[in-house]
């Protein structure tokens, strides 16, 4: 089992829908997790940190369940430029916060946003 | 402007001629870190560095060196390149002790070995 699993996808869907990442994590120590937005051969940028509570930040909802070790992606009222692929990226942490510095990607869900 | 710069941009080069990738951050980060992004695959990570002369390997070292010398260099050395390096290379970097900082990457390094 990888240690981080996403739906590839492709989602392909009309401006102004909502539309819902998932992602499974297998590593059950203490994480922190990161979702990034990646454009054809760009580099990765972060979209949002996921924290316990969830969060959001304007049309972007993230959500953390450690329970069912899943994190989870909402982009509401899609645009066209939101057409990428998103990664989530799990981190492990010690219990002070500090990281040991092992970072790994899912293999990223592609979103097309049409017209 | 806060970034990390990588060199080159693109590569090209011949089977077994030593290479150096350049990676260069002026946050003062403590941590980076180095992947390849190949297709299928995702991204993987290759080695980082939590601090000055502190390193360590990640998923995929082999054939693979680096150092670091100083806070904001953290250089990527091929010995011996093959073809089964030819990928798409990131470097990253961060602040340690801050849980959610997450990572500002480099615009990547595209290597052909022939």
């Known amino acids: 089992r990888k240690e981080v699993e996403q739906d590839p996808g492709p989602f392909n869907v009309p401006e102004g829908a909502t539309v819902a990442f998932n992602c499974t994590y297998s590593?059950?120590?203490?994480?922190?997790f990161f979702w990034y937005r990646q454009d054809c051969r760009k580099e990765p940028k972060l979209l949002m940190s996921?924290?316990?509570s969830g969060n959001e930040d304007g049309r972007f909802t993230a959500q953390l369940n450690r329970a069912s070790q899943y994190i989870s992606l909402l982009i509401r009222d899609s645009k066209l430029s939101d057409s990428a692929t998103y990664l989530c990226v799990v981190n492990r942490v010690g219990a002070g916060g500090t990281s040991y510095g092992k970072l790994t990607f899912g293999q990223g869900t592609i979103l097309t946003v049409h017209p | 402007e806060a970034q990390v710069t990588q060199n080159p941009r693109y590569l090209i080069t011949v089977t077994g001629k030593k290479l150096t990738v350049t990676c260069s951050q002026n946050?003062?980060?403590?941590?980076m870190s180095w992947y390849r992004q190949d297709p299928g695959l995702g991204l993987r990570q290759i080695y980082y560095?939590?601090?000055?002369?502190?390193?360590d390997k990640g998923d995929v070292p082999e054939g693979y060196k680096v150092s670091r010398k100083e806070k904001r260099n953290f250089p990527l050395i091929l010995e011996s390149p093959s073809p089964n390096q030819t990928s798409l290379y990131f470097c990253?970097?961060?602040?340690?002790?801050?849980?959610?900082?997450?990572?500002?990457f480099g615009s990547g390094t595209r290597l052909t070995v022939v």
């Open positions: 560095s939590m601090n000055v002369e502190v390193t």
């Open positions: 590593n059950s120590a203490s994480q922190s």
């Open positions: 996921v924290y316990s």
């Open positions: 946050m003062n980060h403590e941590y």
């Open positions: 990253a970097s961060s602040l340690l002790g801050m849980r959610n900082y997450g990572y500002t």
